[in-house]
């Protein structure tokens, strides 16, 4: 199955997101090298996943939820809790990252992890949201440029993928529309047959 996430920046008013589908066999460490994907972060970047408040749902607990990224899987936190929290030490900026769905079937042909959508990118040096025309809103070229960057950090083996229903425009499709198998679907579908 897949999980369904969604990943905001707290505590400003127009807040980043994206919506990401990825493994439920995801790892912490796993994830935060997609996170370091998905906003262009120093990959060196000292981090920790929080579980969030008892009290306030949108707020971090001090409680870390790993020590090891590496093994840990994102699932097991998510059977407990539908949020945790990406904490950056330096600047102390949180970013929530919410459950929306955990049982979305794997489909044959598809690239995981992928980003299904988003708005805005965020920027650690000025602690603020950046509105520039073109990274206000991410369109789909942006949307294809990230997943052509998680392919090719998550990428095993080429494939050809299935067509991309959104891409109405013949002239748009890049190499984009072939990808590095990260997640093998068809094995993971089989397995749980």
């Not at 439920?24 to 970047?45: A, N, S, V």
């Not at 392919?151 to 990808?179: A, L």
Request: glycine share 4%.
């Amino acid at each position: 199955m897949m999980l369904k996430c969604k990943i905001t920046k707290c505590k400003i008013n127009t807040s980043p997101w994206r919506t990401i589908l990825v493994p439920d066999t995801f790892t912490f460490g796993q994830l935060h090298e997609l996170l370091i994907i998905l906003f262009d972060w120093d990959p060196d970047i000292n981090h920790r996943f929080l579980h969030g408040d008892d009290r306030n749902s949108k707020a971090p607990s001090n409680n870390e939820i790993t020590n090891d990224e590496d093994q840990s899987k994102i699932k097991e936190h998510f059977i407990r809790n539908n949020v945790m929290f990406y904490e950056i030490d330096e600047s102390r900026v949180n970013v929530l990252i919410k459950l929306e769905n955990s049982s979305i079937p794997a489909e044959q042909g598809v690239f995981y992890p992928i980003v299904l959508r988003g708005k805005g990118v965020m920027n650690f040096d000025n602690n603020e949201y950046e509105s520039g025309r073109k990274s206000h809103n991410m369109n789909r070229m942006d949307k294809n440029k990230l997943n052509g960057r998680i392919r090719k950090r998550f990428g095993k083996r080429y494939i050809k993928t299935i067509s991309d229903d959104e891409n109405e425009d013949s002239e748009n499709e890049t190499e984009m529309d072939q990808c590095y198998e990260y997640f093998d679907v068809d094995a993971f579908i089989n397995d749980k047959k």
